[in-house]
């Protein structure tokens, strides 16, 4: 899976099940009016580029858990799982 | 419910009764133009990333109770109760 | 009324009688095309974050009567009185 | 007419009489496209804030005749003159 | 033509002849999709604001020919000659 | 292909069958909301001017393979093959 | 052609045949979405205006052969030979 690597602040995310309440019981409601879905962090970009020339450093890492908005990024398939690339600024929260 | 880590200016908040009057009398009416709500914050991210590499402190911290937009953010349900996603600028003020 | 906060660059402001003239003769029609109402500021935030990590200095404080447009910022209701939670660059003009 | 005291970058201008010539002969037609209006400044704001936390100063005094988009700003009637709260950069030109 | 005074980055400019020919043979055509005109500059702002607080040094000057969109900036009419206000951005080129 | 020079922060990208696996399984549906499409890139720009006068470095150079939104950018045919120049921001992700 | 100097960021092309096939067999296709279209620069303007008071320095100079959207800039003929006046964001590519 680290073979795709995100392009600024941008993060790949597997995709969990919606429905699936997560240990600590967040239900993520399908019939809400933004639609938060569930993932797990997988690669993380290196940042877009700040002012001074440096690249600012993301506050996710691989292997977060995570919720964003359902139609948030961009859908991509690999090995029949499903993907989301999005940028950082389209995650909600992390879990844990 | 300390397992949901909003990110960047993100707040997590919980959703308090609408119609409740709070101990110094504010109604938030239902039928207002944009529906302020009122909610206790219960988590809030590491702020956003400033120019210079630092990130801003954001002026409310957990257990603040505040008012904002009914449709600001996002919905989330935990345990049966109703959590909201929200911005840093999508709280319009702290209560006490 | 001191215990709502208002966030970052906002001003609590209690909204006055529309109609009513003040000592200076200002009349607001209620007819005019952004229809300018008149207000009091009870209560101001801590100014919005500067790039050098200080924040802004607003420039109302409590007491000011200030004059804005009556679909600005949201409603509240506080012991059957109108409030407004607005941006201070929502604000008009200051009156005296 | 003193007494209003306009936020940041706005002035506060009282309206002339559109179809009037001024002594340098200028018409502001009042078929045209963005039908541009006449004006006396009465009262200036303090300037928006700069990033350094200086305020900026504002390009026109009290005092000063100007014109400006007829739809921009907001309308005030003061003991029967019609009056204008303009941001600066509302503002066309200054005559004289 | 000499009293209006341009604010910030606006200049005021004489429209010439659409249909006329300029000496190097400029043609611009009345029914081009964004319509160019063909004006000479009579007044020029003292330039918007820059961050240290000091004023942009505009790229035109009094006399200048320039072409602009024919839909851009506000129309003025002085002693019966047709003239614009325009921000300098709103410039395309100048001739010669 | 050399000859195609991107401006600023643009790529040129030759697109590659849409349909085809990679070497890692990587599927890019076509009935996806987004539908990103993979390519390599053959040219990068000079980067964005930053704001001290140096220019940005892209974090993609010739070589690379990417993905990408289908339709984004701008589309060029060079003897018979299908390339796009994008923005390096359009671009979502390396692979590999 | 040197009598139109392009203000700021603008350059001045002569738009070249759409059909005709470059050196290097690019093709640019009538029907494509957006329509890229083929011109040589004659012209370009002093740069936009830098936060230190500087102006930039375009990355195309007179005689660089282009590449840009043919919905993109001003349209302007010249002796009988079109033209357009685009920002340098507005180009694509240099050709060679």
New interface residues.
Partial sequence: MA??????D?V?VKVLEAEEK????????DN???K?QRGRVV?V??GK??????R?EL??KSGDE??F?K?S???????GDEFK?LR??D??????
Same sequence: chains 1, 2, 3, 4, 5, 6, 7.
């Fill in positions: 073979q795709l690597k995100p392009i600024e941008r790949l997560t240990a600590g019981g967040i239900v993520l409601p809400a009016k933004e938060p690669a970009g290196n580029l700040l002012g001074d020339g440096k600012q506050s996710v995570v919720i908005g139609y990024g961009s859908d991509i398939k690999i090995d690339v950082e600024s995650l909600l929260a992390k879990i844990g």
